[in-house]
């Protein structure tokens, strides 16, 4: 069993709709939670970094945490096809402090295409 | 915001030739990089971490004397194929962590290796 469970999708949305996104993982460990999305032949760039659990909101998207259940989401509101991209969550289960950092354990990505 | 820098951000070699790929962070100190390889529709494999002054940590199945990290100063990473074979053709990704705050990792925008 993988640490992290992602649905690759691929996920087909009409511009406009709500697209949720999901992550398990096993590990409870895990304490920061991020979103990073993927653009064809890019770099991942962060879109959320969330700590323990709760909600955090930036825009459009929208992070949730649920520890409990060790569950992670994020929200896209509105979508647009600006917004065609992979999704990626990661975790770590230390802060990013002086020294050494701990490496991120990423998801497999969901693919997600919004049709305008 | 932090900024990683990736040169080249394509590269076409002969085999059996080397190959060096630089990840730079632009506005921060870096005292971790991480490098990844990444293949079409597959999330980030971690190849290994990069320490400033000291050895990279490479993770298991990598070939250290094939994928020679460099990480000589605080902003600077480089990442050496030796002896690159067509099965070396990849899309290669580093990050750096962001020291000092909730910043997450910050990833370059990727090295697509071809080898020929």
């Given amino acids: ?116 | 915001g932090a900024v990683v820098s990736q040169h080249p951000s394509w590269v076409i070699c002969k085999s059996g030739t080397s190959v060096k790929i630089e990840c730079r962070s632009l506005d921060f100190q870096a005292t971790t990089m991480f490098w990844y390889r990444q293949f079409p529709k597959q999330s980030l494999m971690l190849m290994a971490t990069s320490n400033e002054g000291s050895k990279a940590t490479y993770e298991q199945g990598v070939e250290k004397d094939k994928f020679l990290i460099n990480h000589a100063s605080l902003t600077l990473s480089t990442l050496t194929v030796t002896s690159a074979h067509p099965e070396d053709s990849s899309f290669y990704i580093c990050s750096a962590a962001r020291t000092g705050g909730p910043y997450g990792y910050t990833f370059g925008s990727g090295t697509r290796l071809t080898v020929v």
Avoid: H
């Fill in chain 1, 1 to 116: 069993q993988k640490e992290v469970e992602q649905d690759p999708g691929p996920l087909s949305v009409p511009e406009g709709a709500i697209v949720s996104l999901n992550c398990t993982y096993s590990n409870s460990a895990f304490q920061y939670f991020m979103w990073y999305r993927q653009y064809s032949r890019k770099g991942p760039e962060l879109l959320m970094y969330t700590y323990s659990s709760g909600n955090k909101e930036d825009g459009r998207f929208t992070a949730q945490v649920d520890k409990s259940s060790k569950y992670i989401s994020l929200f896209i509101r509105d979508s647009q096809p600006s917004d065609s991209a992979t999704y990626l969550c990661a975790m770590s289960s230390s802060v990013i402090s002086s020294g050494s950092a701990r490496q991120l354990t990423f998801g497999s990505g969901t693919q997600l295409t919004v049709l305008p």
